[in-house]
């Protein structure tokens, strides 16, 4: 293999690796060809073999460096694994040789450092070396043992650029995991360690000072036990802090504060980072004094959360977050509590405080997921002698505790505008959940609503978790489907940037898909679930649910976009939607006659017997029994489809109106929801091409096979109901009614009243007369819904043309049925 050909050769492997978690099939294949590629041993004598291999391994190394290594540590993981009990270990033999030559190499980068010329580049490939000897280390850190003392120089690199900072930060990693597994090592080699850590931490920034902290933790809690040389430092940042602290509070507006911020941000940090280490209540460090210094540190710490620069509570509570992972008890503590809930749950709270909030969450639950990894390691070798599950509950059982008194404020900030709230939000959740901390059914309805989020990152993990969820309790799913739909519409209020713009409820990419979609499909293998699912949801578009217009408009997007497979799955929406049309378009119409004014039908009178006859058809409250039962007469005149007709109608109905117009706009935001129904219904028709017929002769009673076919979907047919998305835009509920406003509002009605007369015929028709009704109906709908052909007698699909002799009769075939 040629040079020119690695950075192919590099981006192929970096595709294929990151494939090691997935489906059974394609793991093991990843794991075959990797183990091919870099864990068979290699010759001693083949050193451009070797080379090459190491050169592949770093560079795959380091263009993952901003997407994470999990995908090295698995792999390692599963190959190490899977030769356990074998006796000939090729995989464990090529390890010891690739950490072998990977110190080898970073001598010579460390030689060739000097040359300025080529200075970037080795810079670059010393950082990916040490970056993999990490990894290895994580995974089998004795490999590294032999190494230690060639690592130790590395922590004097003087720090210039970022890579030399990463070069620092990963030896410390290194010796953290691996002088504790070292036999005898010389008190020269531990004392310079120490050392070298602690100058890194009192000269460094925030990232170095963690890592150095986490190292020095080690060697001295596991080896050294030079707990005089860490109090010592402790007691340094503490001091400085409670100067700080006692000045603050005699002069709250002294600038000694400001102009010693740097000490009293460091300080904050680096006494959090110690206490995240180190026990200080242990008589190693604090000897027979009786003061509490956990509990001293905490009120420290929570007194700087309350300063008015952000900068330092920021920093106040990242100190705060080290020591809880030493001490959670302490989050228990009410001023804790208070602190934490507030952050999280007050709108206008600051997002970096938010943020830091859920962080310092994440990171315990991190933390403990890590030590009850390491206790479960030890008890196996210990089997005998302990009760593991005993150890294991205690811990958990104190987690578990701890996710319950921030969980409700934790799951509020998924309606967060800002991504990276959410985010955090999601994480800590995910470890929840995978921990087993709390019962799974309350996180469904948000994991639904993160399931719609606009980053595919978290819609991704959100639709992981509800799997994982169903697979281990069926059912918890559906009991919560509805509930994160509306939830689902409340994270889309949140993300939406501009609030003139109603929410829709699908993606405004060339899928077109609903929002909602993942759920739809972990819902619809169940038919009686499924249909349970979307029935609730069209019973939210019944006049008595009063549910806003822009929910209504969300869901029925969604509504239009699942995707659907089966030709039952559309059929028995457009069954329940005539069901619903039924009921709630009688109610509409009924109220809306019920606050028109009785007597002015004295006070008007009427020009000619044409205009008489329109009064009667218009709705009014003096419209009698008589006329009102004659459908054939009205359809003549539905049919004459005259302008003057139509007019006049308008007006009778106007002459009627009350004064107060609460009950127009009250018939206006009522009527979107059937308006949204009947543009879903022709929606739904036009994109899987079905005829009245078909839709009539649909029962929902039948077998489920007659009606299994696929769905043959129409391109390009999208949903758009006008008249919805002009009556939230206008903002026509909040606004003042115009006489133009109140004209279409009264032609909306008594197009209404039109179709409702239409909807379902009263008796058996003549020959000829099916036509007149369907053509009615047709009219209204057009001009309800702004226009819009509705096709209502298309047979368009192969199904629909054995509909021959009832394809006319709209919806007359529930009659002859």
């Known amino acids: 293999i040629e040079q020119p050909t690695f950075p192919k050769i590099t981006e192929m492997c970096v595709k294929m690796i990151r494939r090691v978690n997935?489906?059974?099939?394609?793991?093991?294949?990843?794991?075959?060809?990797?183990?091919?590629?870099?864990?068979?041993?290699?010759?001693?004598?083949?050193?451009?073999?070797?080379?090459?291999?190491?050169?592949?391994?770093?560079?795959?190394?380091?263009?993952?460096?901003?997407?994470?290594?999990?995908?090295?540590?698995?792999?390692?993981?599963?190959?190490?694994?899977?030769?356990?009990?074998?006796?000939?270990?090729?995989?464990?033999?090529?390890?010891?040789?690739l950490v072998d030559n990977l110190v080898e190499h970073i001598l010579k980068y460390e030689e060739s450092l000097s040359d300025s010329d080529n200075k970037g580049v080795n810079s670059g490939r010393l950082v990916a070396c040490i970056t993999t000897l990490f990894l290895f280390s994580k995974i089998r850190p004795q490999l590294m043992v032999k190494h230690a003392m060639t690592m130790q120089p590395y922590l004097t690199t003087k720090c210039s650029t970022q890579n030399d900072f990463m070069v620092i930060c990963n030896v410390a990693k290194i010796l953290e995991l691996v002088v504790p597994l070292m036999e005898h090592p010389s008190e020269t080699f531990l004392a310079t360690i120490e050392e070298d850590l602690m100058k890194?931490?009192?000269?460094?920034?925030?990232?170095?000072?963690?890592?150095?902290?986490?190292?020095?933790?080690?060697?001295?809690?596991?080896?050294t036990q030079n707990y005089k040389f860490v109090w010592a430092c402790f007691n340094r940042y503490y001091g400085a802090l409670s100067k700080l602290k006692s000045q603050h509070q005699e002069d709250p507006n002294s600038t000694i504060l400001t102009a010693n911020k740097p000490a009293l941000l460091r300080s904050l940090f680096t006494v959090g980072a110690l206490c995240r280490h180190f026990d200080f209540d242990h008589e190693d460090f604090k000897g027979n004094s009786k003061v509490n210094i956990k509990d001293k540190v905490l009120e420290l710490l929570m007194y700087f959360t309350k300063h008015s620069d952000e900068e330092v509570q920021t920093k106040a509570i990242i100190g705060l977050g080290f020591a809880f992972i030493q001490h959670p008890s302490l989050m228990f503590e009410q001023e804790v509590k208070t602190l934490y809930n507030s952050i999280l749950s007050d709108k206008n709270c600051s997002v970096n405080l938010k943020i830091?909030?859920?962080?310092?969450?994440?990171?315990?639950?991190?933390?403990?997921?890590?030590?009850?990894?390491?206790?479960?390691?030890?008890?196996?070798?210990?089997?005998?002698?302990?009760?593991?599950?005993?150890?294991?509950?205690?811990?958990?059982?104190?987690?578990?505790?701890?996710?319950q008194l921030y969980l409700k404020q934790v799951l509020e900030a998924f309606f967060h505008t800002q991504s990276s709230v959410r985010h955090f939000a999601l994480n800590v959740i995910a470890l929840t959940l995978n921990q087993g901390l709390i019962h799974p059914v309350q996180c469904v309805p948000y994991l639904i609503a993160m399931g719609t989020d606009p980053e595919p990152s978290m819609r991704n993990k959100a639709d992981q978790q509800l799997v994982e969820i169903d697979k281990k309790y069926a059912g918890f799913i559906h009991m919560k489907a509805v509930?994160?739909?509306?939830?689902?519409?409340?994270?889309?209020?949140?993300?939406?940037?501009?609030?003139?713009?109603?929410?829709?409820?699908?993606?405004?990419?060339?899928?077109?898909?609903?929002?909602?979609?993942?759920?739809?499909?972990?819902?619809?293998?169940?038919?009686?679930?499924?249909?349970?699912?979307?029935?609730?949801?069209?019973?939210?578009?019944?006049?008595?649910?009063?549910?806003?217009?822009?929910?209504?408009?969300?869901?029925?997007?969604?509504?239009?976009?699942?995707?659907?497979?089966?030709?039952?799955?559309?059929?028995?929406?457009?069954?329940?939607?005539?069901?619903?049309?039924?009921?709630?378009?009688?109610?509409?119409?009924?109220?809306?006659?019920?606050?028109?004014?009785?007597?002015?039908?004295?006070?008007?009178?009427?020009?000619?017997?044409?205009?008489?006859?329109?009064?009667?058809?218009?709705?009014?409250?003096?419209?009698?029994?008589?006329?009102?039962?004659?459908?054939?007469?009205?359809?003549?005149?539905?049919?004459?489809?005259?302008?003057?007709d139509e007019e006049n109608d308008i007006n009778a109905v106007m002459k009627c109106l009350p004064e107060n117009s609460a009950p127009l706009i009250e018939?206006?935001?009522?009527?979107?929801?059937?308006?949204?129904?009947?543009?879903?219904?022709?929606?739904?028709?036009?994109?899987?091409?079905?005829?009245?017929?078909?839709?009539?002769?649909?029962?929902?009673?039948?077998?489920?096979?007659?009606?299994?076919?696929?769905?043959?979907?129409?391109?390009?047919?999208?949903?758009?109901?006008?008249?919805?998305?002009?009556?939230?835009?206008?903002?026509?509920?909040?606004?003042?009614i115009t006489e133009e406003v109140k004209r279409s509002i009264v032609k909306q009605y008594l197009d209404f009243k039109l179709l409702?007369?239409?909807?379902?015929?009263?008796?058996?028709?003549?020959?000829?007369?099916?036509?007149?009704?369907?053509?009615?109906?047709?009219?209204?709908?057009?001009?309800?819904?702004?226009?819009?052909?509705?096709?209502?007698?298309?047979?368009?699909?192969?199904?629909?043309?054995?509909?021959?002799?009832?394809?006319?009769?709209?919806?007359?075939?529930?009659?002859?049925?």
Not at 200 to 213: E, R
Not at 364 to 373: G, I, S
Request: glycine residues 6%; proline residues 3%.
């Open 200 to 223: 890194l931490i009192i000269k460094y920034g925030m990232t170095v000072v963690q890592h150095c902290v986490s190292c020095l933790g080690a060697v001295v809690n596991k080896v």
């Open 667 to 736: 018939f206006a935001n009522v009527s979107q929801g059937i308006l949204l129904l009947l543009m879903l219904k022709q929606h739904l028709k036009n994109l899987c091409g079905f005829s009245d017929s078909k839709i009539q002769k649909y029962s929902p009673s039948e077998s489920a096979k007659v009606y299994d076919k696929a769905i043959n979907r129409k391109t390009g047919v999208h949903f758009h109901p006008k008249q919805t998305l002009d009556f939230l835009r206008s903002d026509m509920a909040n606004s003042k």
């Open 356 to 403: 830091q909030v859920l962080k310092n969450l994440q990171t315990y639950l991190q933390e403990e997921d890590t030590r009850m990894q390491q206790a479960d390691r030890d008890w196996k070798k210990v089997a005998k002698q302990e009760d593991l599950k005993e150890m294991g509950d205690i811990s958990s059982g104190m987690s578990s505790s701890i996710m």
């Open 483 to 644: 509930a994160g739909m509306k939830m689902s519409y409340q994270v889309q209020q949140a993300i939406n940037t501009c609030p003139k713009d109603p929410v829709r409820g699908f993606r405004h990419d060339e899928s077109s898909s609903a929002l909602c979609s993942h759920l739809y499909s972990m819902i619809r293998g169940n038919r009686q679930h499924r249909r349970a699912f979307l029935i609730s949801l069209l019973n939210l578009f019944d006049d008595t649910a009063k549910t806003e217009v822009n929910m209504l408009l969300y869901i029925a997007d969604n509504l239009a976009c699942f995707p659907y497979q089966t030709q039952e799955e559309p059929l028995f929406i457009m069954h329940h939607i005539d069901i619903t049309l039924s009921v709630s378009g009688s109610n509409l119409l009924q109220s809306f006659k019920e606050s028109m004014v009785k007597d002015k039908k004295k006070e008007r009178k009427p020009s000619s017997d044409e205009e008489t006859e329109s009064d009667s058809n218009s709705g009014s409250e003096s419209e009698s029994e008589e006329e009102a039962s004659k459908p054939r007469r009205l359809r003549k005149r539905a049919d004459s489809d005259s302008d003057s």
């Open 756 to 817: 409702m007369e239409h909807l379902d015929p009263d008796e058996e028709e003549e020959d000829g007369e099916v036509s007149a009704s369907t053509n009615a109906r047709n009219k209204a709908i057009t001009s309800l819904l702004g226009g819009g052909s509705p096709k209502n007698n298309a047979a368009e699909t192969e199904d629909d043309e054995s509909d021959g002799e009832d394809r006319g009769g709209g919806t007359s075939g529930v009659r002859r049925r």
């Open 22 to 97: 997935d489906e059974e099939g394609i793991k093991k294949l990843v794991n075959e060809t990797f183990q091919k590629l870099w864990f068979t041993p290699t010759p001693h004598h083949d050193k451009e073999a070797m080379t090459r291999k190491i050169l592949n391994i770093t560079d795959v190394v380091a263009a993952c460096r901003d997407t994470g290594y999990d995908w090295f540590e698995q792999l390692l993981q599963n190959l190490l694994k899977s030769e356990e009990d074998a006796s000939y270990k090729p995989v464990k033999k090529a390890c010891t040789q």
